[in-house]
Every structure is written in C-alpha cells, then in structure tokens.
C-alpha cells in the first residue's frame, strides 16, 4: 500500500468499522482482564497471536486502537496508530506518555483506567460522532511530531525530544 493510498484510507470514516483493535502478546494481568472482558467482543478486537488481516488494515479498519500497559513501559503501537489516524485509547494507570510536558494527549487520545476495563465499551461507545472526529482531526495534527527522519524536520520526533529535554534542563535550573 502506497502512502498517498493510507492518507486517502485514512479520511475515509467509513471504513473503520471496528470500534476498537488491540494486537499483543498477553503478558501483563492488564492484558489477562482485557481480554477476559472483550477476548469474545464483536466491537473491539482484542487479539493476541497472528493477525489473520495485516497490523495496518486493522489500524486502519478500526476508530480507537488500545494501548494496553504490559510489562515493558514503552511501545511503538502509540505511534503506529496515530500514524494511521487510530484514535489512541491508554489503558493504564499512572502511565508516563511521550512529550506529556508539551502535547495535552486528552486532546487527541481517551485515557482510561485499568479498573475500567469492564466499562471500556459504554465509553467509546458513548462518544458522539463530533467528539471523535475532534479527537481523530487532533492526531493527524499531532502525529507529525511522532516521526523520525534520516534528516531532522520541524517539530518532528527528534525536535520534540530536544524541546523536551531543554524544558526539563530549564526546570532543573530553576529549581
């Protein structure tokens, strides 16, 4: 799939027909709960093996993809969803996100408590339509600064790290 193809996909609201995805392995209790409540669910696709369609159609295919803390605190699913236009939904407590001292992720992501998890369906579906697509407009602005290149572009992944660590150096100073 070319990637002009995945940007005409990726305006396409219509073809997210899923609610929710989630790929991974089971590795946490987090996970375990995940799937005790949704393994079965016809809305969210909670899926832990060998995709049967591949990772991008299914971000594509589907409105929130689930982030779900495992054992390891980091994860590139975050950025593979927001580079798809997946609304991304954090499923976890006291999780410490990527440029949270410069980007509001309540802006462009749902964030929801692991306690939660059994209510996961009520609140993505209790979203209006016009609360998604805020949400959804909000990650294609903000995924550019997700972004690696050979060469560094404006406000891109390795700008924003810089920014990042220049306001944590300017905070220890004031300190």
Same mark, same amino acid.
């Given at each position: =799939?070319?990637?002009?193809? !995945?940007?005409?996909?990726?305006?396409? @609201?219509? %073809?997210?027909?899923? $609610?929710?995805?989630?790929?991974?392995?089971?590795?946490?209790?987090?996970?375990?709960?995940?799937?005790?409540?949704?393994?079965?669910?016809?809305?969210?696709? !909670?899926?832990?093996?060998?995709?049967?369609?591949?990772?991008?159609?299914?971000? $594509?295919?589907?409105? %929130?993809?689930? @982030? !779900?803390?495992?054992?390891?605190?980091?994860?590139?699913?975050?950025?593979?969803?927001?580079?798809?236009?997946?609304?991304?939904?954090?499923?976890?407590?006291? /999780?410490?996100?990527?440029?949270?001292?410069?980007?509001?992720?309540?802006?462009?992501?749902?964030? !929801?408590?692991?306690?939660?998890?059994?209510? &996961?369906?009520?609140?993505?579906?209790?979203?209006?339509?016009?609360?998604?697509?805020?949400?959804?407009?909000?990650? $294609?602005?903000?995924?550019?600064? %997700?972004?690696? @290149?050979?060469?560094?572009?404006?406000?891109?992944?390795?700008?924003?790290? =810089? /920014?990042? $660590?220049? &306001?944590?150096?300017?905070?220890?100073?004031?300190?």
């Amino acid at each position: =799939m070319e990637i002009l193809d !995945v940007e005409k996909l990726i305006l396409l @609201h219509g %073809f997210r027909k899923k $609610l929710g995805f989630f790929a991974g392995s089971l590795n946490s209790p987090v996970r375990e709960k995940l799937l005790e409540w949704w393994g079965n669910d016809s809305d969210i696709f !909670v899926h832990f093996g060998r995709l049967e369609r591949s990772y991008t159609e299914e971000l $594509l295919g589907s409105k %929130f993809c689930l @982030h !779900v803390k495992g054992y390891e605190v980091n994860t590139a699913r975050i950025v593979d969803a927001l580079f798809y236009g997946c609304v991304p939904v954090i499923i976890a407590n006291h /999780y410490d996100l990527p440029f949270a001292d410069i980007l509001d992720w309540k802006h462009f992501s749902v964030i !929801v408590a692991t306690l939660d998890i059994p209510l &996961l369906k009520k609140i993505l579906q209790g979203m209006t339509q016009q609360e998604y697509l805020v949400l959804q407009s909000n990650v $294609l602005k903000v995924r550019e600064h %997700f972004q690696w @290149h050979v060469s560094p572009i404006d406000f891109d992944a390795f700008y924003m790290v =810089m /920014y990042e $660590l220049w &306001l944590r150096r300017s905070s220890l100073r004031l300190q």
